[in-house]
Structure formats: structure tokens, C-alpha cells
């Protein structure tokens, strides 16, 4: 989403609040929102009552055994990150890229996710070569939205501190703004795995259109105020190429807290903060849910029918949870230097829904590809929606722009309390990405 974008600092001070507070304080809006209201129940279409059928996995691979990452808990760790803001500056965001823009405090750079599980079930560091070898002369795909471009750039920064990378698609575009653009749909080889790694934007998963990215400049040159989600249709900017993509990694949500219209099949089938007069709320869990259920089916259909014969994985990154703690411009909104202790903060009612949905999508697809596409593609989630609760130490905060207490300190500053730093906790989501796709590759063989 777009919280690291430039504030409209030219407004007077309302609208400006309620400018930026759209675009980047939506978390907020809705949860305010939820908290308000019960919240609504999901679309007819989209309820699952589908279980994980655990037995069956367990039984049909022989592959390393299914560790479960999600829960667990951060501790110290003197080990440095594979990479810094300089090492991998050209890559890395700027608005993420918190060392280059003067954060001062390094703690949050020295903490290992132990996962509950224990056991063979420790979740190793992340190894470039490891990785690469994994994914030799094959492709891995990140959609959806900014978290999940950040997941790329972290990998990328990660498999770069072992192996060189060549950027051969997209740019790497100035900070914010129109860079972004060149951000969108970038692409990484590296030569000596001819391994290569991209991003698509498609922050719906599915076919959409985009509300302007501030509702003033809406207005003024005939954009949208809100998103239109085309929720039976495939978004053909990454779906079309899913042939060439053989591990695919979906991660997107924060987009679905604007106001919104819903379509299927031409028709309305429900809206948020509605825009339209005279439209029942629907709120966005089930809308969600269904976007994601049918990115999935688009893997598995295209999976089923692809002239390649090797198998696919599909892996979704589940909901990473916001800390604006306090307003989007407070000092402190999300000035924390450690992450919370076990037990500190509950995961958020939206935030352990929105991964929750994800999860049982991921379960129902895994379960579908079985039998539409066997042999084909594997689902797998990569649930960090609990770790990610944990950090709000992780995210750039004040330093999304550049040395913002340059002029000394300030009260009010913008913050980016939803993406990660780089490098920063999400290069523990990579660790986890690496095991599945050990687990994919062991149990294809
Ligand atoms: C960043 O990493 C590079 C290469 O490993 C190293 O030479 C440099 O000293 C590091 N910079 C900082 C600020 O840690
Ligand atoms: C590199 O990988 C691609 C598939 O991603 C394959 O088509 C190509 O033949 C490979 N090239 C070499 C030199 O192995
Ligand atoms: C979205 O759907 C419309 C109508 O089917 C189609 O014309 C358009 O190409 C689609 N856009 C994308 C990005 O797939
Ligand atoms: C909304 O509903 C009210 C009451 O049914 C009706 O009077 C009004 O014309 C409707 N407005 C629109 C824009 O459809």
C-alpha cells in the first residue's frame, strides 16, 4: 500500500489528515470501524468449511517433516544480517531502507524467530547458496502489493550477499513517487544458478482498478476515490505468465481496507465504505478471502494444463499486521526498539482474521490442487501474521523519508508503521520460504 508515499504537505491541515489518513491509515479506519460495528459475515459464495486434511499430507510425502513456524517467539542474537543498506542499497525501497535514511538505533537488527515447534523443527538461517541450488535454472515470482515487494527485496539482498544478481527487468527508480512505478514489475537473474527472481504488482490478486493514490487528486483529475475489484477475473499481468513461473508467492491485503466496490460477473456483489449511494457494507474479510481463493484456483487451472511438466509451488504469505500505535504522525507511532515479549500483545481481531482467512484458503487449495492438478503444484502458507504482530520495532517509522530530525526534533513527522526495514524482521519470512521450498523440491523428487 501506499504509506511510504509523499504526504500532501501543501493542504491545510484537516484535509491533509484525512488525505494521508486515507491512504495510509485505513488500518486504523477499519478497525475503528470493526470495533464499532459486529463484524459482517462473510459472502454466500466464499464460506469454507473445509479442514486441512493433515493426515493425507503426512501420508503422501516421505519429505522433510511439516514444521510449523508460525508460533514461537523472538530472542537476541549476535549473528549480523547477510546484507546492510549500502551492500544492497540500489535494491531496497528507500523509504525501507532505514540504515541509509539515518535510523540510529541497530537492536532491531539482532533478533532470531525461535519457532515453538523445537524438535528438528528450528528454523535455520537463511543460506543463499542453499536457495539457489533449490531453485536452479527456475523461476520464483512474488505478487500482490508493497509487502509483498518488500518479501522480494529482501530475498533478492539475501541470495546477493552470496551470489551476484543482474536487475534485467524494471528500474531501480528514485525514492517513492514516481520510482515506484519502475518498482512494480521488476526482475532479478542470477547467473550463476540462472536462477531468477521478480515481482508483479497486483495488489487484489485479481483484476481491479486502483483508486488514485489520494482522493484530492482524485477529484481533481476524474481518478477514483475507491477501488473496483473484478473478483471472477484473473489479473493477466502475472497470471498470464504463471507458465514461466514455477514457484509463486502471493502476499497482499493492506489495499483491501480502502473503500471499494465488488463485482463478479459484472454484478455488485458488495462494497466498503461504500462510494456508491444506497449499497449495503459488506466489509472486506469475505471479499478478501474470495480474492485470495481465486488467485489460488487460477494457479491450480493454469498449474493443471501447463505444457511444463515440472511441479509448481504456490505459497502464500499471510496478513502482516500494521503498528501505528497512536496517530500516523506522532513521534512515536511506531518508535518501539525491541520487539513485544511473548505474551506482550495479542495479534489484532482484523489482523489474525485477515491471516486466518488466508490459511484455510491455502488448506482448501492445497486440497483442490490434489485433485485437479496432481503432481503439478503443491500449496503451501507461509503464516507470519503472529511473528510479524511482535515487531513493531521493524518498521521504518520516521525514517520512510530521509534523515527526517536533520532540522532537529519535531513533533509531528510522518510514519511508515506497515513496511518492513531492510534489512529488518521480514528477512526471517525467507527462512521460512526457504524450508518450503526444501520440503516442495524434496517431496517432488
Ligand atoms: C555493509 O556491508 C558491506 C559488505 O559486507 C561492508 O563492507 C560494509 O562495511 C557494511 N556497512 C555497514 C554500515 O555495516
Ligand atoms: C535457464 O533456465 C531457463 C528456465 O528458467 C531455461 O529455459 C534455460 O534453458 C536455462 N539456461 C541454461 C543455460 O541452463
Ligand atoms: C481485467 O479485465 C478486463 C475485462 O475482462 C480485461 O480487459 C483486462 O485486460 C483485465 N486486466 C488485467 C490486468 O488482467
Ligand atoms: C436511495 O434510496 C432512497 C430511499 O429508498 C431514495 O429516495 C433515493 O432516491 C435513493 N438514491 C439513489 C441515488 O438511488
Known amino acids: 500500500m501506499g504509506a511510504a508515499s509523499t504526504p500532501r504537505h501543501h493542504l491545510p491541515l484537516p484535509k491533509r489528515i484525512f488525505a494521508y489518513a486515507l491512504y495510509a491509515l485505513l488500518p486504523l479506519a477499519a478497525l475503528h470501524y470493526l470495533l464499532l460495528s459486529p463484524p459482517p459475515p462473510p459472502l454466500a459464495t466464499t464460506s469454507t468449511s473445509t479442514t486441512p486434511p493433515v493426515a493425507a499430507v503426512a501420508v503422501a510425502r516421505k519429505a522433510a517433516p511439516r514444521c510449523d513456524y508460525s508460533e514461537g517467539e523472538w530472542v537476541r542474537s549476535a549473528s549480523a544480517p547477510r546484507y546492510n543498506g549500502t551492500s544492497c542499497g540500489s535494491t531496497i525501497k528507500g523509504g525501507q531502507n532505514c540504515m541509509a535514511h539515518g535510523r540510529p538505533d541497530t ?86 544458478h540462472n536462477a531468477t527472481v521478480s515481482v508483479f504488482w497486483s495488489p487484489f490478486l485479481v483484476n481491479g482498478t486502483e483508486k488514485s493514490s489520494s482522493s484530492a487528486a482524485a477529484a481533481g483529475a476524474g481518478g477514483l476515490d475507491h477501488n473496483r475489484l473484478y473478483l471472477d477475473q484473473p489479473d493477466e499481468r502475472w497470471a498470464g505468465e504463471l507458465d514461466g513461473i514455477d514457484v509463486v508467492v502471493l502476499s497482499a491485503g493492506h489495499w483491501f481496507l480502502h473503500p471499494a466496490m465488488y463485482y463478479e460477473r459484472g454484478e455488485v456483489i458488495g462494497c466498503h465504505h461504500c462510494p456508491e449511494p444506497n449499497r449495503t457494507e459488506t466489509g472486506f474479510f469475505g471479499v478478501f478471502r474470495l480474492a485470495v481463493k481465486n488467485a489460488l484456483r487460477e494457479v491450480i487451472t493454469r498449474a493443471a494444463r501447463s505444457p511444463s511438466q515440472q511441479q509448481k509451488l504456490a505459497v502464500v504469505t499471510t496478513f502482516s499486521p500494521a503498528h501505528f500505535e497512536g496517530e500516523w504522525d506522532a513521534r512515536d507511532a511506531c518508535a518501539r526498539s525491541e520487539p513485544y515479549a511473548p505474551g506482550e500483545k495479542e495479534v489484532g481481531y482484523m489482523d489474525r482474521e485477515m491471516g486466518r482467512a488466508e490459511a484455510e484458503e491455502v488448506a482448501a487449495a492445497a486440497a483442490d490442487a490434489r485433485v485437479r492438478a496432481p503432481g503439478r503444484v503443491e500449496v503451501e502458507a507461509l503464516e507470519v501474521t503472529a511473528m510479524a504482530a511482535l515487531r513493531g520495532d521493524g518498521h521504518p517509522g520516521p525514517y520512510m523519508n530521509a534523515f527526517p530530525f536533520a532540522g532537529g526534533e519535531r513533533a509531528r513527522v510522518p510514519n511508515d508503521c506497515v513496511h518492513w526495514c531492510l534489512p529488518g524482521p521480514i528477512d526471517t519470512w525467507n527462512e521460512i520460504l526457504l524450508q518450503l521450498v526444501k520440503r516442495w523440491r524434496d517431496s517432488s523428487k
Open 107 to 192: 537492536g532491531y537488527l539482532h533478533w532470531r524467530w525461535r519457532p515453538r515447534g523445537g524438535g528438528g523443527c528450528a528454523l535455520p538461517p537463511f543460506a543463499p547458496g542453499e536457495f539457489l541450488e533449490l531453485v536452479r535454472g527456475r523461476h520464483v515470482a512474488f505478487v500482490g502489493d508493497s509487502l509483498a515487494r518488500n518479501q522480494c527485496e529482501s530475498l533478492v539482498c539475501l541470495l546477493a550477499s552470496g551470489f551476484p544478481a543482474e536487475l534485467v527487468r524494471g528500474g531501480n527508480g528514485g525514492d517513492g513517487g514516481d520510482g515506484d512505478e519502475a518498482r512494480k514489475f521488476r526482475r532479478w537473474v542470477f547467473p550463476s
